[in-house]
């Protein structure tokens, strides 16, 4: 047995509430990790084609990674997986916090639900067993308020993952909180929770993992912190953002190091990018058709992350972190205390609808946590109403008297509270942009900024075009947590895996667009490094250090007894790649997902950073399907990588 590893997980059918212990044979592991991996090949297996994701059918998993336990640092993220509503794709939702240790103390490398309870209901683990508990009364209360309750029956140390009032209401774009405010927030996998009337679950238990090696574990974790420990050489925010308009004015740029945004994570968190992301053009504007010279510094001066950095009582850090990129922020509305705002939330609820009350984005971003929705396709939805009512699709009459005007805060506000409630307007926008364009019609389609239903995070592909090669290939589409040309840089997996693509210390923004086989060829490998990082409960950030920095395959070999090259575990990554992607074949969606045209410079903007600029997607599309082994043309992968990765075993099916 793998001792990093349980070896089992937890099967809850909540039609008939029973409960089913799965041993999971060591091969699996070795051939899928745990975590992402583990769940890929479980749901493969397990959800039928044509399932619908808001019914019995689908399957709704909790997973922790193989090195959560180890004491490896960066070692706390978990991940909820299951067929999404929101996409009819493959869904996953990753996050941090202090959920993922909780479930691996419980016995279990994953819980996975099937079924729907007729009433509203409860998972509750202790050493004592899994347990279903009657959730009436905890119905309609509030992420934080529910959190707080099934934490009082958890009983002392426990940790609660659980839905909000948006997810009860079936809204395609809810999530699921953990740790007063941490959201694994995409996918609109809340929704099917909430399907399932599954309020939450409570885990408490005692169970100990190791790595096989644990004094070689703990020499690697020792050799990551002396780099998280690296000192502060940052100036202030002011200074920051003007770097952010000379990188906009230059030709060129010198390829990234994650040692560099470490220090940016450590100091500010990611809001550290607030003013220097739309500067650079990273950052969307006015629903992706403005630029920062519709929103300058003046415009931006508020999001200046000194002034967040400020508010902060305390750095917070999610389980197995030294980093610290979170802080904890004083409450809006009565509670102790809260998370402050990521870049995306900040972004979404600033430029990407003309509005530069910081407050107004503490106020939301409360609303949202409480009500369990995600951030990210809640602004893009707004900012799609928004721009729908300047073009006449939408009416005084249609959104209840609300004038939804570029940067009006009882718009912005009024708004939210009307889809978190699913009332009047809100009703037709909680699902998401795609689903409420096509109840609108009237030419809104082409303001809704969407991969495959699922809005598209604050990271502009004009800037970084692998951004939008990854939104439209990925499994999940529309996440900027996949990979970017600016990812492949941080994770330096050249030095050492041999035949990648090297990029220049220092090379011109124009050769981003050009030669296609080489940055799919980086994107492929970024994509299957992600999978070994979400196989392994890894975070991003972390390994944003680059490879040379953060040992992944050591730890890996050291949790586990195994001697794989690092060749060996993209190998992996590319396996739980192909299980993924060949998911969405059997349940017949579209493999390429589609970009709107704005969002890919068609026309390209004709001021600001991305000025002139514009991506042909389509040679990386088919050269990344090629990378990887599937049809360049339909993207299915091909019985021959099927065998070559050995999942014609696996998965004979």
């Known amino acids: 047995m793998i001792p990093s590893a349980t070896g089992k997980i937890l099967w809850v059918d909540l039609s008939t509430a029973s409960f089913t212990e799965e041993i999971i044979p060591d091969q699996v592991y070795r051939q899928v990790l745990s975590g992402i991996g583990l769940a890929a090949w479980l749901l493969y297996r397990s959800i039928p084609p044509a399932a619908d994701p808001l019914g019995a059918e689908n399957v709704l998993g909790f997973v922790s990674g193989l090195l959560t336990g180890t004491k490896s640092t960066f070692s706390g993220r978990w991940m909820a997986v299951g067929k999404s509503p929101l996409t009819g794709t493959w869904g996953e939702a990753n996050c941090g916090g202090t959920l993922a240790?909780?479930?691996?103390?419980?016995?279990?490398?994953?819980?996975?639900?099937?079924?729907?309870?007729?009433?509203?209901?409860a998972l509750k683990v202790t050493p004592a067993g899994p347990q279903l508990l009657d959730a009436s009364a905890l119905w309609r209360l509030d992420t934080l308020q529910t959190e707080a309750a099934l934490q009082e029956l958890g009983g002392s140390g426990s940790q609660a993952a659980c839905i909000g009032p948006a997810a009860e209401k079936r809204s395609l774009i809810a999530g699921i909180n953990n740790d007063g405010g941490r959201m694994a927030?995409?996918?609109?996998?809340?929704?099917?929770?909430?399907?399932?009337?599954?309020?939450?679950?409570?885990?408490?238990?005692?169970?100990?993992?190791?790595?096989?090696?644990?004094?070689?574990?703990?020499?690697?974790?020792?050799?990551?912190?002396?780099w998280v420990e690296f000192p502060d050489l940052l100036p202030s925010g002011a200074l920051f953002k003007l770097g952010g308009s000379l990188m906009r004015l230059l030709p060129f740029q010198p390829a990234m190091d994650g040692l560099l945004y470490k220090m940016i994570l450590k100091k500010w968190g990611t809001s550290g990018m607030n003013q220097f992301g739309l500067e650079t053009g990273d950052a969307p504007v006015q629903n992706w058709r403005g630029s920062r010279a519709d929103f300058n510094l003046r415009q931006s001066a508020p999001l200046n992350p000194d002034h967040i950095r400020r508010q902060e009582n305390s750095k917070y850090h999610c389980a197995g972190c030294e980093l610290g990129c979170g802080g904890i922020i004083p409450g809006k509305t009565g509670q102790p205390h809260a998370h402050k705002p990521e870049f995306e939330t900040v972004i979404g609820w600033s430029s990407l609808l003309m509005n530069n009350d910081l407050e107004l984005v503490y106020t939301i971003q409360d609303r949202l946590n409480r009500a369990g929705v995600d951030s990210i396709s809640a602004a893009g939805t707004v900012a799609f109403a928004f721009e729908c009512f300047e073009n006449g699709s939408l009416t005084l009459k249609d959104t209840g008297g609300l004038a939804l005007r570029w940067g009006n805060p009882d718009a912005i506000l009024g708004l939210v509270e009307k889809m978190i409630a699913r009332e009047g307007i809100g009703d037709l926008l909680a699902d998401g942009s795609r689903k409420a364009a096509e109840r609108i019609g009237r030419g809104s389609q082409a303001f809704a900024m969407h991969a495959a239903g699922q809005e598209l995070p604050m990271h502009d592909g004009r800037n970084d075009p692998g951004f939008a090669l990854h939104a439209a290939v990925e499994a999940a589409p529309g996440r900027h947590t996949s990979g970017?040309?600016?990812?492949?840089?941080?994770?330096?997996?050249?030095?050492?895996?041999?035949?990648?693509?090297?990029?220049r210390r220092l090379y011109s923004k124009a050769s981003k667009y050009k030669h296609p086989k080489d940055k799919a060829c980086a994107a492929a490998a970024s994509s299957s490094f992600v999978q070994v990082l979400n196989g392994a409960g890894l975070c991003l950030f972390g390994a944003f250090l680059g490879v040379h920095r953060l040992p992944v395959f050591a730890w890996l070999n050291a949790a586990t007894g195994w001697q794989l090259s690092p060749q060996d575990y993209l190998h992996i990554g590319r396996r739980i790649l192909t299980i993924k992607q060949a998911f969405n074949a059997r349940q017949g969606v579209p493999l390429q997902h589609t970009i709107p045209p704005r969002a890919l410079g068609l026309p390209p903007q004709k001021r600001g950073a991305n000025r002139g600029r514009s991506i042909d997607l389509e040679p990386q599309v088919r050269a990344y399907w090629e990378c990887l082994g599937w049809d360049a043309r339909s993207g299915q992968p091909t019985s021959q990588t099927w065998q070559k990765l050995g999942l014609d075993i696996l998965l004979p099916d």
């Open 101 to 121: 240790e909780a479930i691996k103390r419980c016995g279990y490398d994953g819980i996975f639900f099937k079924g729907i309870s007729p009433h509203p209901i």
């Open 185 to 226: 927030a995409r996918s609109g996998l809340g929704a099917v929770m909430g399907a399932k009337r599954l309020k939450g679950i409570v885990l408490n238990g005692n169970t100990q993992v190791h790595a096989i090696d644990p004094t070689e574990t703990q020499r690697l974790t020792q050799s990551v912190r002396r």
């Open 484 to 503: 970017s040309q600016l990812y492949y840089e941080l994770y330096q997996l050249w030095r050492q895996i041999p035949g990648l693509p090297r990029p």
